[in-house]
């Protein structure tokens, strides 16, 4: 069986990993795998529901403070 080695690290900057390999000589082939996190599916809304949702979070108008009175 080959041996496998797990590491995990962090995306730099330039979209790039590092990795160390202690096992590995200089020239040797290795196989890399790169598995990325699962991110949450964002749902897209419309404007009109966006501006629907800000709208049912405001208070309630009163006819005084639209001048009416």
Do not use: C, W, Y
């Amino acid at each position: 069986m080959q041996p496998a080695l797990r590491i995990t690290t962090k995306v730099l900057p330039g979209n790039k990993i590092e990795i160390e390999i202690p096992e590995a000589e200089i020239g040797d082939r290795v196989d890399v795998f790169v598995i990325l996190p699962e991110k949450a599916a964002t749902k897209k809304r419309s404007v009109i529901e966006i501006l629907e949702e800000v709208h049912a979070k405001l208070p309630p108008k009163s006819a005084s403070s639209e001048g009416l009175v």
